[in-house]
């Protein structure tokens, strides 16, 4: 009797550490809840249209080579974006405003400048891709399309209004579509996972041409101008009362943001490649056009193939001009405190890609090449970047460790070869 009694007092002491264990993961996932949303809207610019055009490139060419790219390009861009948000979350300050506390004018006035050019590098990308998602969807001229992008894209900046968390949400509603569009992709591809796993895990460059491709992945994946910006939307969860542990808190959140968006475009990227590799390079297609790719999906996967492809594009590309506007906001106010309206900024960064739908330029090649002029503007976000995070007086407790320095500095050099790289063989004819 006594024995069944203390069955029944273990039992009972068991159910109840149960239950509050389970409240504890509850409150412990809603916690995290609360500050997921930052990293997702960055996350956007590495699925951007760019990424399409170079992983499309990449696959139906070099087959599946070039996915250890995605892999060691997504890992550098989890340090960078991590690195942004805390110096955002150290510093209150975004990126562009601390550039101006810690350098002098002249330097401010040519990282604006600099900046600048690469968000129309960037807006080339992302408009192009939103015009020509709804041009091979319902098959509107491109010049109407563009128009109807550039609405959208006003339509969900102009929410920001309401709270950055409304911004959030239709951004990951975004991803979540582009996601599941890849996702279906990829079960219909039937790709040899085998090679795909060589290919993730042991790096090759076939030719010189894989060279250009693989610094247009990189410049793809890895944007500068989300550096800029992701510093400045983790300050949406802060507060200017916040001590080192709320801070560190913090950090540790943003951590876990960033991961699970970042892995999530790692997993379409890779996809990208690795449908491209499937379909294209198996059946001997090279494809020089994105309306190519969509033309070439439907008789060899079918018309769900086409449509996912088209609606994955187009989401793309709604989402990370809107994703623009907002760097460029960032970008303009922060190194010398332009504040310039929004329409006119959009009416100058559009300039390029209405140039080239009005001029007929292969809108692909336009994208690679967009892509590839963004890998050389990366050192000027990081290098700034990674001064002013190993400064104590301005970091605090969040100061860069000597371990991260490295990490970051090697970041740096590897984008800086490869770019030398890509100069070389450009003026030497090898490309």
């Not at 040519?110 to 690469?118: D, M, N, R, S």
């Not at 010398?336 to 001029?359: E, F």
Request: hydrophobic fraction near 50%; charge should be positive; aromatic fraction near 8%.
């Amino acid at each position: 009797m006594e024995s069944n009694k203390n069955l029944m007092d273990i039992n009972s002491t068991d159910k109840k550490q149960g239950i509050y264990n389970s409240k504890r993961t509850l409150i412990k996932f809603k916690e995290v809840l609360k500050f997921l949303g930052p990293a997702f809207i960055v996350s956007v610019a590495y699925i951007d249209p760019g990424n399409f055009a170079t992983n499309i490139s990449g696959g139906s060419v070099f087959n599946y080579s070039l996915i250890w790219v995605i892999l060691w390009s997504n890992l550098m861009g989890l340090f960078l974006q991590s690195m942004s948000a805390k110096l955002g979350i150290a510093t209150r300050h975004n990126l562009p405003e601390m550039c101006s506390n810690v350098f002098s004018r002249k330097t401010n006035w040519f990282f604006w400048i600099e900046a600048e050019l690469a968000a129309m590098a960037t807006d080339l990308a992302e408009f192009l891709g939103g015009t020509l998602g709804l041009y091979l969807l319902f098959g509107i001229p491109m010049i109407y399309d563009g128009l109807i992008i550039a609405a959208l894209t006003y339509l969900i900046v102009c929410m920001e209004k309401y709270g950055q968390r409304v911004v959030e949400v239709i951004i990951g509603i975004l991803v979540a579509i582009i996601t599941i569009a890849y996702t279906i992709e990829l079960v219909l591809a039937k790709p040899d996972w085998a090679q795909v796993g060589i290919h993730t895990l042991i790096p090759s460059l076939p030719n010189s041409q894989a060279v250009l491709i693989a610094v247009g992945m990189l410049g793809a994946t890895v944007m500068p101008h989300v550096i800029y910006l992701h510093s400045q939307l983790v300050q949406a969860r802060s507060k200017s009362d916040d001590t080192d542990e709320q801070k560190r808190k913090h950090l540790r959140m943003a951590n876990i943001d960033i991961t699970i968006a970042m892995n999530i475009a790692f997993v379409v990227n890779a996809a990208m490649v690795i449908v491209a590799a499937a379909v294209f390079y198996r059946n001997g297609i090279v494809v020089e056009t994105i309306e190519q790719a969509q033309r070439s999906l439907e008789p060899l996967l079918g018309t769900l193939s086409s449509g996912a492809f088209g609606i994955a594009l187009l989401a793309s590309g709604l989402s990370s001009s809107a994703v623009g506007t907002m760097a460029g906001q960032t970008i303009m106010q922060g190194f010398i405190g332009l504040s310039i309206p929004i329409k006119l900024r959009r009416l100058i960064t559009m300039a390029p890609a209405l140039i080239i739908i009005a001029l007929g330029v292969n809108p692909m090649y336009a994208l690679i090449m967009s892509q590839v002029a963004l890998s050389f503007a990366l050192p000027f976000a990081i290098v700034p970047m990674l001064l002013i995070t190993s400064r104590k007086d301005l970091m605090g407790s969040l100061v860069n460790k000597r371990s991260t320095k490295i990490v970051g500095w090697v970041i740096t050099s590897v984008i800086l070869a490869l770019n030398v790289v890509l100069i070389y063989l450009t003026f030497t004819g090898s490309v």
